[in-house]
C-alpha cells in the first residue's frame, strides 16, 4: 500500500473511533495529515465521521487550493492550515466535540491544573483559545496565541483541538484530553483536588527529556490559585502568543502532593461552606426532625 493508501486508511479508521467514542456527532470534527511538503489530506466537508471511505478525502495544498477529490475540504480548513503553517513540526490535525472537555470549554475552565503526571508530561496544560465563530477567519486567529506552544487545547464553546508527529499521535492526544476532563470532573464533584506540587512538576518536566517526549513548550508553573479564580495568566511573548505550558502547581513543603486548593470566596475570603453527603444531611435534618416533635 503507498503512503497516500495508508494514510487515506488510517482518516477512516480516526474518524471511526472519534464517532465511535462519542467524540463527534452527526457530521462534526475534521481530521488532516501531512502528504507532502506541500499537500494535506483532509476529510471533506458534511460528512459523518464514522462513516468514511479512503476514496472521500480532499488533497489541498498549504493555502487551501483543492487539487484533487470529488467533495470540498472541510469546513474548518482555515484553522487547519493555520496550524500547519506556525507548526511545521505537526504532521496531522485533529478537532472533535468530546462532550466532557467540552463542557469545561463551554465553561470557561481551561484545564491547568497539575494533577496527572501524563499528562503533564505529554500536554503540558490544556489552555482555551478564546471563542470565535466556526469555520471563518475568527478561528484560526483564536487559535494563533496557544499552537507554537501546545500539541491541545479547548476550542471556547465548541471544542478541542490536537495536533501529533503524526496522526496517531495527534489522535490519541485528543483521547488524553478527554479522559483528563473527565478525571478533573469527577475530583471536582467529589469535592477535592489535590495538586501535584511545583517540584514535582518539574521533575515531571525533566521525565520529558529523559523519555525522549517531544514538546513544543516548557511548562511553567505558576502557584496554585484558589477555585474562584479560574485560571492563571499565561505568559506570553511579543506577539501575545503563549510562550510555556502555564501550569497550577502550588509550591510544596517537601511533599509531593500538596493538599486540596483553598477555596476562597469571590471576595478572597476562604470560603466556609460546609458540603455534606446526602447520607449525612439526611441525618441532620431527621435529628432537627425529631427534636421537634
Ligand atoms: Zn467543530
Known sequence: ????????????????????????????????????????????????????????MCITDLEGRKLQGDRDPSSEM????????????????????????TGFAVAGIPLDRAVLAEVLTTLGSIPIAEY??????????AVRKYIKAHDGMLLANHGALTVGADLYGAYYKMETIEHFAKISLVARL??????????????????????????????????????ASRSVADRTGAAGDATCQTVQAPKGDGSRLV?????????????????????????LLEDAIRSLR
Request: charged share 25%; aromatic share 4%; proline share 7%.
Open 132 to 141: 470565535a465563530t466556526p469555520s471563518t477567519r475568527e478561528l484560526p486567529e
Open 78 to 101: 482555515l484553522m487547519h492550515l493555520e496550524v500547519y503553517r506556525q507548526r511545521p513540526d505537526a504532521q496531522a490535525v485533529v478537532h472533535a466535540h468530546p462532550p466532557t472537555a
Open 190 to 227: 467529589l469535592g477535592r483536588e489535590n495538586l501535584l506540587s511545583r517540584e514535582e512538576v518539574m521533575r515531571l518536566q525533566e521525565l520529558r527529556g529523559s523519555y525522549g517526549i517531544q514538546a513544543p513548550a516548557p511548562i511553567c508553573a505558576v502557584p496554585g490559585t484558589d477555585l
Open 259 to 283: 493538599a486540596d486548593v483553598v477555596r476562597r470566596t469571590a471576595e478572597g475570603r476562604e470560603d466556609e461552606e460546609i458540603r455534606l453527603t446526602y447520607r449525612e444531611l439526611s441525618a
Open 1 to 56: 500500500m503507498s503512503a497516500e493508501s495508508t494514510l487515506r486508511a488510517d482518516i477512516v479508521e480516526v474518524g471511526r473511533r472519534m464517532y465511535a467514542r462519542g467524540y463527534t456527532a452527526s457530521n462534526d470534527g475534521n481530521i488532516s495529515v501531512r502528504l507532502g511538503p506541500e499537500r494535506l489530506l483532509m476529510t471533506p466537508k458534511s460528512v459523518c465521521k464514522g462513516f468514511m471511505t479512503p476514496d472521500m
